[in-house]
């Protein structure tokens, strides 16, 4: 070795700040990301969680409070905002300067928005107007600055494929081989077609919206889980991949744990970081605090998800013509 050679390496170019998340006890997904070039705010947007988030009301109000004082801190140290899509927790649609003036604002189209968020849309942009120092249409879009790029998916599902939600673009930051993507709300994903889009994407590191478990009721799991899950397990088993974040829908419902346990299992068994924001933070999702202090406010019977009822609810949407057998490849793959 000479004498002159670098002993101690570079370290991180890209650096990722969980903002405001469902696991600290607002509905949120906000993301700040920050290279030597440009600072990204990424879905500037908190709402209040509903009354079934087990946290008192006051509480609940709180923690609006708080966090709705850490997005606009973010947008303030931010050159550039961007807003995925027209729900009221991924942006804030008002006149302040604090979040918008003087900022690059990359937004997703207004094209094939459902008519409520087309409407929501509208207005906001006609309230901002001559705030942001440039408004750009995301969709599919690469942009440079200096060595940072910039990037937007095509528009992708909220969900399964044509879900009334509408569509989201994701996004990712990148600076030489380091890259972030945050995908805002894709439920999960349960679409092949965004799993491709996201495995593609080579990212180091990713922040993903977990499926919605707490639409499921008494019922318990169901096919679009188990299908998350799939995906969740081939995402992790790329090369490419350091950490996962999921949180936001899968964090409303304090059972996630057990309902995403094969996930869990697949992370630790290759070595990666995954879990909520708290959790990569070192604590305790919100949901789960307020289980622990107030108790259940809606699900009273349930079971972890294991590998075999996984299977098992895959096998019957086979049978029944709702998927094609590949899902039980893929499961055997991935996930088995």
Same mark, same amino acid.
């Given at each position: 070795?000479?004498l002159?050679?670098?002993?101690?390496?570079?370290?991180?170019?890209?650096?990722?700040?969980?903002?405001?998340?469902?696991?600290?006890?607002?509905?949120s997904?906000?993301?700040?990301?920050e290279?030597?070039?440009?600072?990204?705010?990424?879905?500037?947007?908190?709402?209040?969680?509903s009354?079934?988030?087990?946290?008192?009301?006051?509480?609940r109000?709180?923690?609006?409070?708080?966090? #709705?004082? !850490?997005?606009? %801190?973010?947008?303030?140290k931010?050159? /550039?905002?961007?807003?995925?899509h027209?729900?009221?927790?991924?942006?804030?649609?008002?006149?302040?300067?604090? #979040?918008?003036?003087?900022?690059?604002?990359?937004?997703?189209?207004?094209?094939?928005l459902p008519q409520?968020q &087309?409407?929501?849309?509208? @207005?906001?942009?006609?309230a901002? *107007?001559?705030?942001?120092?440039?408004?750009?249409?995301?969709?599919?879009?690469?942009?440079?600055?200096?060595?940072?790029?910039?990037?937007?998916?095509?528009?992708?599902?909220?969900?399964?494929?044509?879900?009334?939600?509408?569509? /989201?673009?994701?996004?990712?930051?990148? %600076?030489?081989?380091e890259?972030?993507? /945050?995908?805002s709300?894709?439920?999960g994903? $349960?679409?092949?077609? $965004?799993?491709?889009?996201?495995?593609?994407?080579?990212?180091?590191?990713?922040?993903? *919206?977990?499926?919605?478990?707490?639409? #499921?009721?008494?019922?318990?799991?169901?096919?679009?889980?188990?299908?998350s899950?799939?995906n969740?397990?081939?995402?992790?088993?790329? %090369?490419?991949?350091?950490? &996962?974040? /999921? *949180?936001?829908h899968?964090?409303?419902?304090? @059972?996630?744990?057990v309902? &995403?346990?094969l !996930?869990?299992?697949?992370a630790?068994?290759l070595?990666? @970081?995954?879990?909520?924001?708290?959790? &990569?933070?070192?604590? $305790?999702s919100?949901?789960?605090e307020?289980?622990?202090?107030?108790?259940?406010?809606?699900?009273?019977?349930?079971?972890?998800?294991?590998?075999?009822s996984a299977?098992q609810?895959?096998?019957?949407a086979?049978?029944?013509?709702?998927?094609?057998?590949?899902?039980?490849? !893929?499961?055997?793959?991935?996930v !088995?």
């Amino acid at each position: 070795m000479r004498l002159d050679a670098t002993i101690i390496p570079e370290g991180p170019r890209v650096t990722i700040h969980y903002v405001a998340f469902d696991s600290f006890g607002v509905k949120s997904m906000c993301t700040r990301v920050e290279t030597p070039d440009v600072t990204v705010t990424i879905d500037p947007g908190v709402s209040i969680q509903s009354a079934r988030f087990p946290l008192p009301q006051g509480h609940r109000a709180a923690l609006l409070s708080e966090f #709705l004082e !850490a997005v606009s %801190r973010s947008c303030e140290k931010s050159q /550039v905002v961007v807003i995925s899509h027209y729900h009221l927790d991924h942006f804030i649609p008002a006149r302040d300067p604090r #979040l918008y003036s003087g900022k690059v604002l990359f937004a997703k189209g207004l094209e094939g928005l459902p008519q409520k968020q &087309l409407t929501t849309a509208q @207005r906001f942009f006609r309230a901002i *107007d001559g705030l942001p120092k440039e408004v750009i249409w995301a969709d599919g879009r690469q942009f440079r600055f200096k060595k940072t790029v910039i990037g937007f998916s095509s528009p992708v599902w909220h969900g399964q494929e044509a879900a009334e939600p509408g569509q /989201v673009v994701m996004t990712e930051v990148s %600076r030489g081989r380091e890259k972030v993507l /945050v995908t805002s709300d894709i439920s999960g994903p $349960t679409e092949p077609a $965004t799993t491709d889009a996201i495995c593609a994407a080579n990212a180091r590191d990713l922040v993903i *919206d977990g499926y919605p478990t707490f639409l #499921l009721g008494q019922s318990g799991p169901d096919v679009g889980l188990v299908q998350s899950i799939v995906n969740l397990c081939r995402i992790l088993a790329q %090369r490419s991949v350091k950490s &996962l974040v /999921v *949180d936001h829908h899968l964090c409303r419902d304090y @059972r996630y744990p057990v309902l &995403l346990k094969l !996930a869990y299992d697949k992370a630790r068994q290759l070595k990666k @970081r995954f879990g909520t924001a708290a959790e &990569l933070q070192g604590r $305790t999702s919100a949901v789960i605090e307020g289980y622990q202090n107030y108790g259940p406010t809606r699900w009273h019977r349930w079971q972890p998800l294991e590998l075999d009822s996984a299977r098992q609810i895959l096998e019957q949407a086979v049978n029944q013509k709702r998927l094609k057998s590949d899902w039980l490849t !893929a499961f055997d793959r991935w996930v !088995a």
